[in-house]
């Protein structure tokens, strides 16, 4: 009887030490965020509030594997290609707002998150929205300029890529959004500033590929959806909550 007590109590106490080493559950929330305001957009079981943009499914390229959600290569397309699967949460459009996400991507990945999504028909999700460009920084073909690198605010501002980590490994970006003041934040080095609506920011839309896109030209919406790139490779993404500011 001894034995047993004592082999449920080690097995107690393994248990217990597992759970202080691993951490925090995934797509979970403790009481301390829940208390500062956080809400999780991705509950780690289906696609609760998600759906194509510009459309009311989600993409079929799209599955649950590992906590996660992973968008992956579409039938009858090549890696690199997207198949229109972009998507965002439509339940509710943000203002001012901190979101984190976690993400890992595929050897050659390429994706994006993107804020203040304005849904155009016809148009991509990057027709209108600002992107923060998620990338394998060694082996992706758009790997070339600094601020196609991961973590960048896409083709206009670059992060600083020693604080990516590599294919297979999971990175945390937070984006804080509050009055136009933008920051990007990846693995906990503050990487990318700036202040949407400003001069600096039609400087830097000039400057990019951007410059002739109605989307931009028009003006960045003052709200929108939380969006999430399907470029053709497979990439990951949980944890992803957000808070109101």
């Known amino acids: 009887m001894k034995r047993i007590t004592v082999f449920f109590l080690t097995a107690i106490i393994l248990v217990s030490v597992s759970t202080v080493l691993t951490g925090q559950k995934p797509n979970t929330l403790t009481s301390k965020e829940k208390k500062d305001g956080w809400v999780l957009l991705f509950n780690g079981k289906?696609?609760?509030g998600w759906r194509q943009c510009n459309g009311t499914e989600m993409p079929k390229n799209w599955v649950i594997e590992d906590d996660a959600m992973?968008?992956?290569t579409a039938?009858?397309?090549k890696p690199g290609q997207g198949a229109g699967?972009?998507?965002?949460y439509g339940e509710k459009k943000f203002r001012n707002f901190e979101l984190s996400i976690d993400w890992k991507t595929s050897k050659m990945g390429n994706s994006g998150i993107f804020f203040n999504v304005r849904e155009v028909p016809g148009k991509p999700i990057y027709y209108a929205a600002p992107e923060v460009q998620v990338l394998d920084n060694v082996d992706a073909t758009d790997n070339k300029i600094p601020s196609h690198l991961a973590g960048s605010?896409?083709?206009m501002i670059a992060a600083d890529p020693k604080t990516v980590k590599p294919a297979g490994e999971w990175n945390t970006i937070v984006i804080r959004v509050k009055d136009g003041k933008v920051t990007?934040?990846?693995?906990?080095?503050k990487v990318v500033e700036y202040e949407l609506w400003t001069p600096a920011w039609d400087a830097l839309v000039q400057n990019s590929k951007f410059k002739d896109?109605?989307?931009?030209?028009e003006g960045i919406s003052k709200e929108g959806y939380i969006g999430l790139q399907d470029?053709?490779?497979p990439i990951w993404f949980r944890n992803i909550k957000i808070r109101e500011l």
Do not use: A, C, R, S
């Not at 699967?85 to 965002?88: C, P, R, T």
């Open 75 to 77: 039938e009858g397309k």
């Open 70 to 72: 992973k968008v992956f």
């Open 231 to 233: 470029h053709g490779y």
């Open 184 to 189: 990007h934040t990846q693995n906990g080095v």
């Open 213 to 217: 896109f109605p989307g931009f030209t």
């Open 46 to 48: 289906d696609f609760t």
């Open 85 to 88: 699967g972009d998507i965002i």
């Open 153 to 155: 605010l896409y083709d």
